[in-house]
Structure formats: C-alpha cells, structure tokens
C-alpha cells in the first residue's frame, strides 16, 4: 500500500519558534510538494522538490522555506512561526512530471496551530 | 491569472444523482483531476481526464470539455459516506496543479 506519512497529525506551537514539519513517502516518487489548506481557498502550494537537493518555490513561500536530502523525505521549515501560519499543511507526492497522469498521493495532514 | 471554479457546497439526497462542475482558465491544460477529501483527512484521488468525454467508474463518471473549460464529477446512487470535499485540479502546462477551492457535498438521508 502505497504511503505518504506526516511526522505530526497535530501540532501546537508558540509564536517565534523555528517548526519543522517532516513527510516520507515510500513509492520513489521524484516530486514532493508542500501544500496549505484553508477554509474557503483551494490546496496553495508552499515550495516543491522535482529531485534530491532541488527545491521550487510555490505561491505562498514567504515564511517557509524546505529541505530535501533524500529522496525519500521532504522538509518543510516554519523559520519564525507567526499566527497566519496556522492552517492544515499537506505534503504530496507524485511521479515524474512529464508523466501524464500524475497522480498526487497525500499524507494525512499537519493542523498546526500557531499561538 | 489561472482560475479554477466549482461551486462551494451543494445538498443531496441519498440515493439520487449529483453534479459538480467546475469551470477553469489556465496557462496550458495536461489534464484534470477530481480529488475526494473527507472532513479532517487527506484528498484521495478519483479521476483523471486529458481527453473530451466521459470517463466512467464505478458510481462515478467525470466529464471535460477542453474547449469549454469545463468538467464535471457526475455521483450516482448517492450514500451517506459520499458527503466530503471535491477537490477539481488542472494540470497546467508547467506540469503543476491548481487547485480548486473545493464542493462540500451534504448528504441528506
């Protein structure tokens, strides 16, 4: 059974803190992506990784930033956590992109609330 | 801009027939997706469309039409667990998905 596995299902943290949000994904999967939901407003894309090492910003960046040293795991970094970055994060994580059909498998979700 | 649209709620009977459309404006198209997300879970995927037409699975069909912008997630013999969040995304022509806000579905017993 394919798998995308969050560190955290839920989090509470206080303004300032440096957060780290971890995801692994077991299907050797080349792209990650780093998403936030919202109510009322779609999946915005935070930052997102084709390759080891390789990182793209998104829409939303600002705040954030990721890391990716293995293929496997894909960081997400909160380097001062304010209150509008509370929200439900989603990491993701697809095959090649020039693969039509790329399907995104997503992990269960971080709700982190900042206070 | 890339715009993606679909209605924010509708309600259901179970038992009976839903539509949700969504209508979108993007920067090249390499295909649409429809994503199921239950209350406080992940978004699982449904449906794939790149050509025009209809695709057919099971309860579910899913419909585009590239020159109209246009698609729509088709549920038939509506059941209590069908109440979610469907999410519409269009791949773009960078390869990146953009996402709708999403259709809450009620389903009214």
């Known amino acids: 059974d394919v798998k995308v596995t969050q560190s955290s299902r839920y989090l509470v943290k206080r303004t300032g803190e440096k957060v780290f949000l971890e995801c692994v994904q077991d299907m050797d999967h080349e792209n990650m992506f780093w998403y936030r939901q919202d109510p009322g407003l779609g999946l915005r894309l935070i930052y997102f990784s084709y390759d080891v090492k390789m990182k793209e910003k998104g829409d939303i960046p600002e705040g954030y930033s990721v890391s990716r040293e293995k293929k496997e795991r894909f960081s997400l970094i909160l380097e001062s956590a304010s209150t509008n970055q509370t929200s439900m994060y989603l990491c993701a994580s697809s095959r090649s992109s020039h693969d039509l059909n790329t399907e995104a498998f997503f992990g269960q979700g971080t709700r982190l609330t900042v206070v | 801009g890339q715009n993606i649209d679909q209605p924010t709620e509708m309600t259901a009977t179970e038992g009976a027939i839903v539509q949700i459309n969504c209508t979108y404006q993007t920067s090249g198209f390499n295909g649409l997706f429809w994503y199921q997300q239950h209350a406080g879970e992940a978004p699982t995927f449904l449906s794939y469309n790149v050509l025009d037409g209809l695709e057919e699975k099971g309860r579910f069909s899913s419909f585009l039409s590239r020159s109209k912008g246009y698609s729509y997630l088709l549920l038939k013999e509506l059941q209590m667990k069908d109440s979610a969040s469907y999410l519409c995304?269009?791949?773009?022509?960078?390869?990146?998905?953009?996402w709708g806000a999403g259709t809450k579905l009620i389903i009214k017993p």
């Open positions: 995304a269009v791949m773009d022509s960078n390869y990146q998905l953009i």
